[in-house]
């Protein structure tokens, strides 16, 4: 086979690939016995025909029409891995000569990934949270431990946002009652925000013995998108207004409350574990964050064809997730409350920030002649050997017959790029005062012996409570 390949406008290429007759004569033979099977020939079983005779009864275009059928697809992918084409999306082939008898000429057309030029990326500013909590924040946390060793006592005044009303609550449509809206003597908190914001604004200022009739909107999700089902019709009896009684602050609820024998200590521990936290949530968002900046970077829109292909494999991806938790993902979109336009939509922005951290990388590996050694390559996979338990030679047998190497290489070049561009930016918080990586890696490796403990409390955090 020859082949060579010429750019064209438009982010193309043309492959030319000539085929001599003896390299798809294996094709045609193929062909012929696939014929065979299916034609009845009287005097022969089924696969048994001879060739001649099954040229002379049908022609001999009949099994070269199928053979280039099938054939040409693989010296078409032989031509794009000798030329090293990075080809995004299906080509246009066209036969030239050859379609009836002789050697077989083609042309194939392909759209190719796109090379793009970034400057800037040298210098990145990337931007992170703040890694060490505030007083106001170590605040915050103290407060809401308080919050669980509050004592509710009843008062005799109107409830005001934070209190607790013990109330009989019915909600209706129509007339009927609706299921998810009524209970008795139920303890709800005014303010929380946890239900209907009409629920909230009714309660507040109510007194025991009140009764109250209002309506609601109700708002909710089906299948399709956020609906307004209509107004719900809500009867409420208040019973109660109790007052949340929080314990003194002092060492004597901290030694209550925690292991630690002063309210100083606690207030280290929860700095301490704080900061351990978001300093092993800072090292994820660099890498996010420095790639979502040189993104930024790149000055052009990218192919459809790429954006579709990184949407496809995301859809195909979470679609193998959620069938392996026995999800569909229709069930999936109506748990999440999305419609398909929004879920898709979504997917689209997603892919084609990809798809743009993707150009971007290249760039900067193309630019500062960053390679992947066989080495490299090695460790990779020696990696996923020892994920899937498979020893390293079946496994990189199976990347080498799949062909899939030269696409491992690339993601590794990528990351590299990536490594490379995290050396070399400055980390910020959001008032952009720079924050020392060394810092935090050793938040992370070691906790603060100054707390007067190396081991995990049950003392809960903003992050504990997040996750």
Request: net charge negative.
């Amino acid at each position: 086979m020859k082949s060579t390949v010429e750019p064209l406008e438009g982010n193309k290429v043309r492959l030319s690939i000539e085929v001599d007759e003896t390299e798809l004569e294996p094709a045609v033979e193929a062909a012929f016995k696939r014929i065979a099977q299916e034609v009845r020939l009287p005097g022969f079983r089924p696969g048994k025909a001879p060739r001649k005779l099954l040229e002379a009864r049908l022609g001999p275009g009949v099994a070269r029409e199928e053979a280039l059928r099938e054939a040409v697809p693989g010296f078409y992918a032989d031509a794009i891995t000798t030329h090293e084409v990075d080809a995004i999306a299906s080509p246009e082939i066209d036969i030239t000569e050859g379609a009836e008898t002789g050697p077989v000429t083609f042309e194939a057309i392909v759209e190719i990934r796109p090379t793009v030029e970034i400057s800037g990326y040298e210098s990145l500013q990337v931007e992170i949270a703040a890694p060490t909590p505030t007083d106001d924040e170590i605040d915050e946390q103290i407060e809401r431990m308080r919050e669980q060793y509050a004592e509710l006592v009843t008062v005799d005044r109107p409830a005001a946002d934070g209190d607790i009303v013990v109330i009989d609550i019915e909600g209706s449509r129509d007339g009927e009652p609706l299921e998810g809206f009524s209970a008795t003597a139920y303890g709800f908190e005014v303010g929380a925000g946890s239900a209907i914001p009409e629920i909230d604004e009714n309660l507040r200022g109510a007194s025991a013995g009140d009764s109250l009739s209002f309506s609601g909107d109700d708002h909710t999700h089906d299948e399709d998108d956020e609906v307004d089902h209509g107004p719900i019709d809500f009867t409420v009896e208040v019973h109660e207004v109790q007052e949340k009684n929080l314990p003194d602050l002092d060492d004597a609820w901290a030694a209550e409350a925690s292991e630690f024998a002063t309210l100083d200590e606690l207030r280290a521990d929860l700095r301490e574990r704080m900061a351990r936290s978001r300093a092993a949530q800072a090292q994820s968002a660099i890498r996010e964050n420095t790639a979502a900046a040189v993104s930024a970077l790149v000055d052009a829109e990218p192919p459809e064809a790429l954006v579709s292909g990184e949407m496809q494999d995301r859809i195909q991806n979470m679609a193998m997730r959620l069938q392996a938790q026995g999800i569909q993902l229709d069930q999936f979109l109506q748990m999440t409350g999305q419609s398909q336009e929004t879920f898709v939509e979504g997917l689209r922005e997603t892919a084609h920030q990809a798809v743009l951290v993707d150009l971007a990388l290249r760039a900067v590996a193309e630019a500062e002649s960053i390679e992947v050694t066989d080495a490299d390559l090695e460790a990779e996979l020696a990696d996923v050997a020892e994920q899937v338990g498979e020893p390293i030679e079946r496994v990189r047998s199976q990347f080498e017959s799949g062909g899939q190497l030269p696409a491992v290489r690339s993601d590794l070049r990528k990351q590299k790029a990536l490594d490379w561009l995290i050396e070399r930016a400055e980390i910020v918080d959001p008032e952009g005062n720079s924050i020392d990586r060394d810092e935090l890696d050793a938040m992370v490796a070691e906790p603060d012996s100054s707390s007067g403990d190396t081991s995990p409390t049950d003392t809960p955090t903003e992050e504990d409570d997040e996750q």
